[in-house]
């Protein structure tokens, strides 16, 4: 079974610092995916990586795709009360690529 | 908003009874999918229809079942509800099949087992 471990699984922070989630596993993906989930709502796609090393900024957020795509990292800078929420790490398994395993999420709180 | 609805947002039912869900994905999506998310372990992938044929499964119970439409919508089916399946019930949908890890969302049932 391949698991994805998000750390920190919870961030409380003030507005204006900045910030990295990581997502890591021993297994390699065929891609990652970032999602950003309010309460009571589903997950949002932020950004999807597919080629190790690979790098997308999204504004102030900076994700990253490790060499070897087994682990990614979402840095926020200036961190701002909008960014606050749940966010998910998702990858794409080499085989079924559709059956996304999910991270159990990192609790993100941008405090004013 | 992702484009894919469901229906209802809420339902309280109790223990022993059948429950169905229903989704319908974003507009030339062929793809649905089914996830379960609960606090304990987090988001679950349940299964996959595409075109109206099963193409893929996860960790899903005997007790639930799927299926999808000629108009693309799709339905799950919970039957004998135990409190343990109180959850987040989440339908995605994709587009094109060599980006089937691109999967957006809809806002979800919360289902609640009495």
């Known amino acids: 079974t391949q698991l994805l471990e998000q750390s920190p699984q919870f961030l409380s922070i003030q507005e204006g610092e900045n910030l990295t989630v990581y997502c890591n596993s021993s297994s390699v993906f065929s891609s990652l995916q970032w999602y950003r989930q309010e309460p009571g709502e589903g997950p949002v796609l932020l950004v999807t990586v597919v080629t190790g090393g690979e790098v997308k900024k999204l504004k102030r957020l900076t994700f990253q795709f490790g060499d070897a795509r087994k682990d990614s990292s979402l840095h926020i800078t200036a961190a701002q009360p909008g960014d606050t929420g749940l966010y998910l790490c998702?990858?794409?398994?080499?085989?079924?690529?559709?059956?996304?395993?999910f991270g159990q999420g990192t609790r993100l709180t941008i405090n004013p | 908003d992702s484009g894919v609805t469901q229906t209802p947002k809420h339902l309280i039912t109790a223990t022993g009874q059948r429950v169905t869900l229903r989704c319908s994905p974003r507009?030339?999506?062929?793809?649905v999918y089914w996830y379960q998310q609960s606090l304990d372990q987090g988001l679950q992938f349940l299964i996959q229809y595409y075109n109206g044929e099963e193409r893929a499964k996860g960790n899903i119970l005997e007790r639930f079942s799927a299926q999808q439409f000629p108009d693309l919508h799709s339905e799950l089916n919970l039957s004998s509800l135990e409190l343990g399946d109180s959850a987040l019930y989440f339908c995605a949908s994709s587009g094109p099949r060599d980006r089937a890890y691109e999967q957006y969302f809809g806002p979800g049932t919360r289902l609640t087992v009495t």
């Open positions: 998702a990858g794409a398994p080499i085989q079924g690529a559709q059956k996304l395993v």
């Open positions: 507009s030339g999506d062929l793809s």
